[in-house]
């Protein structure tokens, strides 16, 4: 993932896209700000799963930006954040469609024999490590009561 962001910086400087190189700075910024309190901790820096983790995390604080900027009535500043989220999803995996999605919630239920409501989060759990960031969870997890009801 790191090899991407720097790609997709490089090419965001060449075409002169001010907005995508800082959020791309930014975004670099946070994952030496991680490796290095991973360092601290004695370990050697973080991989491409903490990595996701935090372009998650950094989409999630937009999000919520959104909603503020918006609540007081500063629609500029919201549409910027909107352009963040867009260019730090364009980092993360494609997300599932609407039957892809279904189908890999039969297959997690069938492969780990979920047969009942108490189940959903055994499935969940396996949905989330199989397809992490691919999918909304909040749907899937309709989807999979449905399928256990």
Known sequence: MRDEINKALKC????????????????????????QAA???????????EVFDLLLKM????RESVSNFEASGRIDLAEQEREEI??????????LDEIAMRSACAEVVEDIGAN????VGRTMTALKQRYPGQMDFGRASCVVKDLLR
Request: charged share 40%; proline share 2%.
């Open 59 to 62: 989409i999630e604080q937009r």
């Open 116 to 119: 009942g409501l108490r189940d």
């Open 86 to 95: 867009a260019i730090i999803r364009s980092l993360l995996p494609a997300q």
């Open 12 to 35: 965001a400087v060449n075409d002169q896209d001010k907005r995508r190189a800082c959020t791309l700075r930014l975004i670099q910024a946070a994952i030496k700000d991680r490796d």
């Open 39 to 49: 360092r601290d901790r004695g370990e050697e820096g973080i991989g491409d799963r």
